[in-house]
Every structure is written in C-alpha cells, then in structure tokens.
C-alpha cells in the first residue's frame, strides 16, 4: 500500500526558510500531479501550490515569488522551497499525489501524507 510521508517541518523565524520534502514508496504506476496544501487553525484546508507531470507550477497568491514546488516523479518526491516565511505561513502542511498506484484499479486516487507542521514566529 502507498504512503506518503512530509518532512522538514519545524520553527522558523519570519523571514528564514524551509524546505518541505514528501516521500512516497515505490509502488506509484503513474503520476498525474503533486500538490501541496496547508491547514491553519481555524481555517479551512488551502492548496497552496501545485504541480502537473506535464505542465508548469501554479500558486496561491500568498505564497507567489517565495514558494518553489518541484517533484521527480521517478523518485516519487515532491518538495516545496520555502523563502521569506511569514507568520502567517504557520500551519499543517500536507502533500498531494494524484496518481495511480501498482496493483490498484486504473483509476486515478488522491493520495496524502499525514502533514508536517510549519511555525513562523520570532
């Protein structure tokens, strides 16, 4: 069975950086997109940026110019570069992989770690 697992989590300073990285087991057949999202409190669940197999990277407007996401589908990783945090950045940070896996039907599934946690905060 497929499991994704986030790290890099972790307390920051406003304006340092993070790099999140998701690893995923080996047993994905195909890869359609990788995704990050994030949940703060009290909040509902956002996609904070999102990248195709084929096709260049898309954003949320808060995090355009800081946030870098970038995958290796043959690795089946996908990390997201974080620049110039915000407090506002704290949150639960969770991977997204929307694919299909080996041994599974020909249906493409979303697929998601169990979150890493982001604090930004002097």
């Known amino acids: 069975q497929v499991q994704l697992v986030e790290s890099g989590g972790g307390l920051v300073q406003p304006g340092g950086s993070l790099r999140l990285s998701c690893a995923a087991s080996?047993?994905?057949?195909?890869?359609?997109?990788m995704r990050w999202y994030r949940q703060a409190p009290g909040k509902q669940r956002e996609l904070v940026a999102v990248?195709?197999?084929?096709?260049?990277?898309n954003y949320a407007d808060s995090v355009k110019g800081r946030f870098t996401i970038s995958g290796d589908n043959a690795k089946n990783m996908v990390y997201l570069q974080m620049n110039s945090l915000k407090p506002e950045d704290t949150a639960v940070y969770y991977c997204?992989?929307?694919?299909?896996?080996?041994?599974?039907?020909?249906?493409?599934?979303?697929?998601w770690g169990q979150g890493t946690q982001v604090i930004v905060s002097s």
């Open positions: 990248i195709p197999s084929r096709g260049s990277a």
């Open positions: 997204n992989i929307f694919g299909t896996v080996v041994g599974g039907v020909q249906l493409l599934q979303n697929y």
């Open positions: 080996g047993s994905f057949s195909s890869i359609n997109t």
